[in-house]
């Protein structure tokens, strides 16, 4: 109606063809092609021709009924981005914006909400080993069982340095974390925490931290020189609870996926399939190439991470700790150890070990007894 408004002020006189394409809203040559199709054709010669037709770029139909089956049968429950990955490792080419239009288009995958309102994040540190989060999730990551995943990660690039599972959170597990860290990368800087009771003592619930009483694991943590960075809200770990909401969301799914149920099985595959493909597709470069981890060359590092507790040798040579009597051997250097303070060792797998300054004395399986490999060497 409009193109017949301009065309009968031109046939009048009262517009000229410039002033028709601008009351259409198109340029002179758009005009004049539209002139010559409507006097050829009438009103038809202005429907544009590419209305109805498939577009050549599109998928072919067998494509898509295929990517629908594939989510439906094998990946039901995944969202797009965690889909797409596993689409991309099975071979598939498209984009991540087809595959996940498609998806949406056929209503397996729903359209993500408004965002709120935005919040700044917390700058990265700029180089890797400056700062490492290390935090615990409980979670039913297989049916019918509460595991704990614990994972330690670099605050720069987000590259998980450790992950597993276990039952229950606590002193041990985090210094398996650490160990592993520095047993792969060396010494790092700092450390970044919740106030859980195995990092902190925290002398009124919600306060602050008392940073002169310390846990087992503080304790090891001034030994190795490493800082501890108390998290006084969720909202300062932010980088650590989008972690494991990623985790809870696409772990869950590739363990049943794989039909592991048991921890030992898990573990593996966190080691084996789920670390590497989570560090390709989730690690960001960090701002700076230098490198903070210093490699540890001191004593083993078992003797510092792990639980330490002194106790005074009694008149029969041997040592009272939780329930059991550890028997010091006879050695080189003393007669006896009567009176003498020692320290005693926990170590994370249960064994135990007596020191005397720096001196290992002797070495106990969890029960008490005394190591073979301790009695050789005597």
Same mark, same amino acid.
């Given at each position: 109606?409009?193109?017949?408004?301009?065309?009968?002020?031109?046939?009048?006189?009262?517009?000229?063809?410039?002033?028709?394409?601008?009351?259409?809203?198109?340029?002179?040559?758009?005009?004049?092609?539209?002139?010559?199709?409507?006097?050829?054709?009438?009103?038809?010669?202005?429907?544009?021709?590419?209305?109805?037709?498939?577009?050549?770029?599109?998928?072919?139909?067998?494509?898509?009924?295929?990517?629908?089956?594939?989510?439906?049968?094998?990946?039901?429950?995944?969202?797009?981005?965690?889909?797409?990955?596993?689409?991309?490792?099975? $071979?598939?080419?498209? +984009?991540?914006?087809? #595959?996940?239009?498609?998806?949406?288009?056929? *209503? &397996?995958?729903?359209?993500?909400? =408004?965002?709120?309102?935005?919040?700044?994040?917390?700058?990265?540190?700029?180089?890797?080993?400056?700062?490492?989060?290390?935090?615990?999730?409980?979670?039913?990551?297989?049916?019918?069982?509460?595991?704990?995943?614990?994972?330690?990660?670099?605050?720069?690039?987000?590259?998980?340095?450790?992950?597993?599972?276990?039952?229950?959170? $606590?002193?041990?597990? +985090?210094?398996?974390? #650490?160990?592993?860290?520095?047993?792969?990368? *060396? &010494?790092?800087?700092?450390?970044? =925490?919740?106030?859980?009771?195995?990092?902190?003592?925290?002398?009124?619930?919600?306060?602050?931290?008392?940073?002169?009483?310390?846990?087992?694991?503080?304790?090891?943590?001034?030994?190795?020189?490493?800082?501890?960075?108390?998290?006084?809200?969720?909202?300062?770990?932010?980088?650590?609870?989008?972690?494991?909401?990623?985790?809870?969301?696409?772990?869950?799914?590739?363990?049943?996926?794989?039909?592991?149920?048991?921890?030992?099985?898990?573990?593996?595959?966190?080691?084996?399939?789920?670390?590497?493909?989570?560090?390709?597709?989730?690690?960001?470069?960090?701002?700076?190439?230098?490198?903070?981890?210093?490699?540890?060359?001191?004593?083993?590092?078992?003797?510092?991470?792990?639980?330490?507790?002194?106790?005074?040798?009694?008149?029969?040579?041997?040592?009272?700790?939780?329930?059991?009597?550890?028997?010091?051997?006879?050695?080189?250097?003393?007669?006896?150890?009567?009176?003498?303070?020692?320290?005693?060792?926990?170590?994370?797998?249960?064994?135990?070990?007596?020191?005397?300054?720096?001196?290992?004395?002797?070495?106990?399986?969890?029960?008490?007894?005394?190591?073979?490999?301790?009695?050789?060497?005597?």
């Amino acid at each position: 109606m409009r193109f017949e408004e301009a065309y009968e002020g031109c046939q009048k006189g009262r517009l000229t063809q410039q002033e028709a394409a601008r009351l259409l809203g198109v340029c002179d040559r758009t005009y004049r092609r539209y002139l010559v199709r409507y006097e050829e054709q009438g009103m038809e010669g202005l429907v544009d021709q590419r209305l109805g037709q498939v577009s050549h770029r599109s998928a072919p139909v067998d494509e898509v009924i295929a990517l629908a089956d594939l989510y439906n049968h094998r990946y039901q429950g995944f969202n797009a981005k965690h889909f797409y990955s596993w689409y991309r490792r099975d $071979g598939g080419l498209r +984009s991540y914006t087809w #595959v996940k239009k498609t998806l949406q288009g056929k *209503g &397996l995958v729903p359209k993500a909400t =408004t965002k709120g309102a935005h919040r700044k994040k917390r700058p990265r540190a700029p180089y890797i080993g400056m700062m490492l989060h290390q935090d615990g999730s409980t979670h039913e990551w297989v049916p019918g069982k509460l595991w704990d995943l614990i994972v330690t990660m670099d605050d720069a690039t987000s590259e998980h340095y450790s992950m597993f599972f276990v039952d229950e959170e $606590g002193t041990r597990s +985090s210094f398996q974390g #650490v160990q592993e860290v520095i047993d792969r990368h *060396g &010494l790092f800087a700092s450390l970044y =925490t919740d106030r859980g009771s195995h990092y902190w003592n925290t002398p009124e619930a919600g306060g602050k931290v008392d940073k002169g009483n310390l846990t087992q694991f503080g304790r090891a943590m001034r030994q190795l020189g490493i800082e501890m960075i108390p998290a006084y809200s969720p909202e300062a770990r932010g980088r650590s609870e989008r972690v494991f909401r990623t985790h809870q969301d696409r772990l869950v799914k590739e363990l049943a996926l794989a039909g592991i149920t048991e921890m030992a099985p898990a573990n593996r595959y966190i080691r084996d399939v789920y670390l590497p493909a989570y560090k390709n597709e989730f690690a960001v470069p960090p701002a700076e190439s230098v490198s903070m981890f210093v490699p540890w060359a001191g004593a083993p590092i078992e003797d510092i991470l792990c639980e330490q507790y002194e106790r005074t040798v009694g008149n029969d040579n041997c040592v009272r700790f939780d329930g059991l009597v550890l028997q010091i051997p006879k050695d080189q250097y003393r007669y006896h150890y009567v009176k003498v303070k020692v320290r005693v060792h926990r170590y994370p797998n249960g064994t135990l070990a007596i020191f005397h300054g720096h001196r290992k004395l002797v070495s106990f399986n969890s029960k008490g007894k005394e190591a073979a490999a301790t009695k050789k060497a005597a």
